[in-house]
């Protein structure tokens, strides 16, 4: 607006406090912009009317208030002199029928980038839409198009399938069921990812994305039986880089995975502990630092994961560098790294390095921190175990004494 000027109060919407686009009254009889009240009851835990405090279901009816719409426009009219916005009428609502509507276009190769299209654009309208298009199975018609796409090896359409499970997300029963019916969809994922395609960076992100949600509810018949390709596949997109949501998407996809010894191995034979550590040598976001160290505590309870972890110049000193500067995860994942690095390879070399790189000073200020008891008798336990080697290290001989 140019100038000040008074909204009547029965006009602002009393959650959001902006005048209202498309007035609904709920059952409590307060009216409430319908896309701040939909909002409000998907998201919050307590579904009570923000004004009443009175119960409200998440699927409570909400009766268009189309009176004091008309009042709104008009007022808003009268007024467009000193800047103030036309509220246009609103489009019909999305429904069920619609949506199949849509859905059965996708089969028509002339519709379906139109169609696809459209139902992105309606997906990210409001949670009202994306709660039709789950109730509609739009989540399943998506995964099938990916999988049909991995069999033809065409992209097209793959941008928008993706977006499309992102904004809608993929309930738990409906995981469960796709991957007894058609495994392929991890398979597809992985072309996905490492395919060439337009927009990478958010084309691999959202593939990611929708790979951690599968995984999440996949259960251990799937984890058990993925293939060396899949890794090798991590390992690039973590390499090349794509978004930091994509990027912790990908390594819960890999922590997932971790509780299997086979698939320990396979990791460690991708190269995955190498990109790990270059990961957090770029110094991420907190997030991003705690599932890395998640990752890597478990890759580095076999032999082959300390190996691949000792051979990067850089790993000791950037684990070193995390523990009392992130998080108390991070804290606990650091600490079990350098104890299984410690017990199961601690040679000469490797604890010169621990004291080069500050490691053992990091571990003496553990002992001194308000943490968790079990981090430091963690911490305690690694100096003890090597006191010797590294008594003669000045920055850590008067802690060390008092161990004894």
């Not at 109060?9 to 319908?34: E, H, N, W």
Request: hydrophobic content about 40%; some cysteine; glycine content about 4%.
């Amino acid at each position: 607006m140019d100038i000040d000027i008074e909204v009547p109060k029965f006009f602002i919407c009393p959650i959001s406090l902006q005048i209202m686009r498309d007035p609904v009254t709920a059952i409590t009889g307060i009216t409430y912009d319908r896309e701040s009240i939909e909002h409000w009851l998907s998201t919050s835990e307590n579904t009570a009317c923000p004004v009443t405090k009175q119960p409200l279901q998440k699927d409570s009816d909400l009766t268009p208030n189309h009176t004091l719409r008309r009042l709104i426009q008009a007022w808003c009219t009268e007024n467009a002199s000193h800047g103030v916005d036309r509220i246009p009428t609103p489009k019909p609502r999305l429904d069920k029928a619609s949506v199949l509507k849509l859905m059965k276009n996708l089969s028509r190769h002339e519709l379906q980038i139109k169609t696809l299209s459209q139902l992105e654009s309606l997906a990210a309208e409001n949670e009202r839409n994306r709660k039709c298009m789950v109730d509609a199975g739009l989540p399943r018609a998506m995964l099938l198009l990916i999988v049909a796409c991995f069999k033809k090896g065409q992209v097209s359409g793959i941008q928008e399938a993706l977006s499309i499970l992102c904004f809608i997300k993929i309930p738990r029963s409906e995981s469960r069921v796709f991957f007894s019916e058609n495994y392929k969809i991890i398979e597809s994922l992985t072309w996905v990812l490492g395919c060439k395609v337009e927009n990478f960076a958010t084309v691999k992100s959202h593939a990611a994305s929708v790979l951690k949600m599968l995984v999440q509810e996949a259960g251990s018949g799937v984890l058990e039986r993925l293939k060396p390709e899949f890794f090798v596949t991590i390992a690039g997109v973590l390499r090349e880089g794509i978004t930091h949501q994509g990027i912790n998407a990908a390594l819960q996809v890999l922590l997932d995975a971790c509780s299997w010894g086979r698939n320990r191995k396979m990791m460690v034979e991708s190269g995955v502990v190498f990109e790990l550590i270059e990961l957090e040598l770029g110094s991420p976001e907190r997030r991003t630092t705690e599932l890395n160290l998640g990752v890597l505590s478990q890759l580095c309870c076999c032999a082959e994961g300390r190996d691949q972890f000792l051979s990067h110049g850089g790993s000791i000193a950037v684990v070193a560098k995390r523990i009392l500067r992130v998080s108390p995860a991070v804290d606990d994942r650091a600490t079990q790294i350098l104890s299984l690095i410690c017990k199961f390879s601690g040679t000469s070399r490797v604890i010169q390095e621990m004291v080069d790189f500050k490691a053992v000073p990091k571990l003496c200020l553990l002992l001194q921190a308000d943490c968790a008891p079990f981090l430091k008798d963690k911490a305690r336990e690694i100096l003890k175990s090597l006191s010797d080697e590294w008594k003669n290290s000045p920055c850590s001989f008067s802690f060390l004494s008092s161990l004894e």
